[in-house]
T-cell receptor, first 114, second 111 residues
């Protein structure tokens, strides 16, 4: 079946540094990927839609200069959290857009900013 | 504002019982409906997808969709302790591939 590989699974970084999260579609091409954030005991909130070869589309309230998204190929999308602060600590999850296989989620990245 | 509403629970059922999870949505243009299971600290896992009115069965799981009432449900028969998790209802935004998630219902199946 369709697999989206996401890494790292966990990362701890110091406040003010940047962190890059990668999502790769392993056996299919994903022209569109979605990036979500999930705070404890809350649901998934869509942050942005990543489109291969073009600029990402951000949801209202999400700072595009803070959450940099790059989708340079049909199998790789990256999310960079720039100048991370403790309030950015969250569970970040990517998802590939539906095709015949439907939506496929990555395994998630637990980011802790200290 | 597209909304997906779920009873947050917690819902507690004994092992072997039927667990019933409900979800309503606001966007009449939605065409795709999903139920995901999420264990603590893990990514969501697709349980069922449903696209047309009526029932869809897969093993112990049955999804029901009523577009006129903007209502989708999930029944879990013969509930097992391993079914204990948070169940997320997700609906696509009409005319879009974006998914809107409900806040989830936490289910506990007691041995």
């Amino acid at each position: 079946g369709a697999v989206v590989s996401q890494h790292p699974s966990r990362v701890i970084c110091k406040s003010g540094t940047s962190v890059k999260i990668e999502c790769r579609s392993l056996d299919f091409q994903a022209t569109t990927m979605f990036w979500y954030r999930q705070f404890p005991k809350q649901s998934l909130m869509l942050m942005a839609t990543s489109n291969e070869g073009s600029k990402a589309t951000y949801e209202q309230g999400v700072e595009k200069d803070k959450f940099l998204i790059n989708h340079a190929s049909l199998t790789l999308s990256t999310l960079t959290v720039t100048s991370a602060h403790p309030e950015d600590s969250s569970f970040y999850i990517c998802s590939a857009a539906p095709g015949a296989r439907g939506y496929t989620f990555g395994s998630g990245t637990r980011l802790t900013v200290v | 504002q597209k909304e997906v509403e779920q009873n947050s629970g917690p819902l507690s059922v004994p092992e072997g019982a039927i667990a019933s999870l409900n979800c309503t949505y606001s966007d009449r243009g939605s065409q795709s409906f999903f139920w995901y299971r999420q264990y603590s600290g893990k990514s969501p896992e697709l349980i069922m997808s449903i696209y047309s009115n009526g029932d869809k069965e897969d093993g112990r799981f049955t999804a029901q969709l009523n577009k006129a009432s903007q209502y989708v449900s999930l029944l879990i028969r013969d509930s097992q302790p391993s079914d204990s998790a948070t169940y997320l209802c997700a609906v696509n935004e009409g005319g879009s591939e974006k998914l809107v998630f409900g806040k989830g219902t936490k289910l506990t199946v007691n041995p």
